[in-house]
């Protein structure tokens, strides 16, 4: 055999060679042999039928043939093929807060001292046993409360106000609370949360804030005159006024003075008699056109006409007429010019200075620095406070932490979460931080979450657009010190808000 078509053969079993071992891995994988079956007896052909898939009734009715039938047909339906990526997922149905017939309102009290007035209602119609609880701010202590409420002081964080009461049907229970605070009077805010009977489930969420008479007028006094509405308002009117007396002063003056000149620069009409000689002067008597105009009045090519008056026996040639003065535009005088640029200069400057003033003061000079990137503005607030995003409104109502460990601490904070946009929005555990006083933080612990909302996965659906929902989010916190803040957000580029911890 030549050379080349041995190396032809060669190539060609080669190639053939690698088709065959690509080709390997494509092929169906061997069926394991089928079990022996066990002889047929009269049970086993009794009970084959009953226990045979729908899909053989043919083999049932082949009489002798249908145990080898039975044997040769698969046992369990194939599983389906899963769906391609490309096939879009059923839409997720949105997060609603399950319904629950305890709601909680909250309003604070027309009173000199901090108190609010606190409505649990029971919509059902079965009595429902409830634990409601009372965050008190910093600083304060409870000195009334009614409906059986007792103050429990909290090692480590504010205490709270706490009832347990047991709702009738379709019935409404009332509750007051009054609170003395050793610090100045101040806005006060005691969110108010309904549980279940283990505490740590919510049912509804209220809170309102407390705003003393004294807060509110050492408020208002704090606002220099100049930057009040009604004294700015009064100022330009009285700018205007007189801006407007100054133009018309000056528009008289010129229209007098106008008319003053105009009636100094008229000449008289010239008187002229019949002559007394009664004799035609020669070369003299005067034309149609002459009677008509005055001596010394101009003629049609502006010369002034120079007629010979006979006087006695001989002529005299009276002088020319005054030519009239040429009519000069008068201008404003120079105080009323520099007046008014003085008025304009200095609106401008206050307008200036006000709204500079406006845009230093709005400047939060404890807000964290954050990037241009962030979505929406930030809002930092403590319990009980509702801060919105861009997205989001967030209430944190109240925060307890478990007692430290070696290996850290759980706490469970009560958030209430409100859509304020038209569609759905999707948010995530990774996104709810605490932050410890180290700098370090810690997100949500999905499973102590899932966990605390009775096997619910909060994150795994969209927010509703328009609802609210009250869950409580835990966080594994390191080391032994709680929290000093919470960061909530609804987006990965959300500016977010700022909950401080007391």
Not at 435 to 445: F, H, M, R
């Amino acid at each position: 055999m030549p050379a080349s078509r041995r190396h032809h053969s060669a190539i060609a079993v080669l190639a053939h060679c690698l088709g065959i071992l690509a080709a390997v891995p494509a092929l169906p994988l061997a069926a394991p042999p089928p079990a022996t079956a066990p002889p047929a007896t009269p049970a086993a052909a009794a009970a084959a039928p009953v226990a045979a898939p729908p899909a053989a009734p043919a083999a049932l009715a082949a009489g002798p043939a249908a145990p080898a039938a039975l044997a040769a047909a698969p046992t369990a339906a194939p599983a389906m093929p899963s769906a391609p990526p490309a096939v879009p997922t059923p839409t997720r149905a949105p997060l609603r807060t399950p319904a629950t017939a305890v709601t909680v309102a909250m309003a604070p009290a027309g009173t000199p001292a901090p108190a609010y007035r606190i409505q649990v209602r029971n919509g059902g119609s079965t009595p429902v046993t409830t634990m409601v609880r009372q965050e008190l701010p910093s600083g304060s202590t409870a000195t009334t409360v009614t409906g059986g409420g007792q103050a429990v002081p909290a090692d480590g964080r504010p205490a709270e106000v706490t009832w347990r009461l047991t709702l009738p049907p379709r019935g409404t229970t009332t509750l007051h609370t009054a609170l003395r605070t050793t610090g100045p009077d101040r806005p006060l805010t005691a969110p108010t949360c309904a549980y279940a009977l283990n505490g740590n489930q919510p049912y509804d969420c209220a809170t309102a804030t407390w705003n003393g008479a004294a807060a509110g007028a050492t408020g208002s006094e704090a606002v220099p005159p100049w930057r009040r509405v009604p004294v700015l308002l009064g100022a330009l009117a009285a700018v205007l006024a007189l801006a407007g007396a100054g133009v018309g002063l000056w528009w008289w003056q010129r229209r007098r003075r106008l008319r003053a000149y105009a009636a100094a620069s008229t000449p008289p009409p010239a008187a002229r008699g019949p002559d007394p000689t009664g004799t035609p002067a020669p070369h003299g008597t005067p034309g149609p056109d002459d009677t008509a105009a005055p001596y010394g009045a101009s003629g049609p090519h502006g010369a002034s006409r120079l007629r010979p008056a006979p006087v006695g026996g001989g002529t005299v040639y009276p002088l020319p007429g005054e030519p009239r003065a040429a009519v000069r535009r008068r201008t404003p005088p120079v105080w009323l010019t520099v007046g008014l640029a003085a008025v304009v200069l200095a609106g401008v400057v206050g307008v200036a200075g006000w709204t500079g003033t406006r845009q230093a003061a709005s400047i939060d000079t404890d807000q964290q620095p954050t990037s241009g990137a962030w979505v929406g503005k930030s809002a930092a607030g403590t319990l009980g406070v509702p801060l919105r995003e861009v997205a989001f409104e967030f209430t944190v109502y109240r925060i307890s932490c478990a007692t430290a460990t070696a290996a850290g601490r759980r706490c469970q904070a009560t958030v209430g979460v409100r859509n304020l946009t038209p569609e759905q929005q999707v948010w995530h555990g990774q996104l709810q931080r605490a932050y410890l006083p180290g700098g370090t933080w810690a997100s949500a612990d999905l499973l102590a979450t899932q966990a605390a909302n009775q096997g619910r996965d909060v994150f795994a659906a969209p927010v509703a657009a328009g609802s609210r929902v009250v869950l409580p989010l835990v966080f594994s916190v390191a080391g032994r010190e709680p929290p000093t803040h919470l960061e909530l957000r609804s987006g990965v580029f959300s500016a977010g808000v700022r909950v401080d911890v007391p």
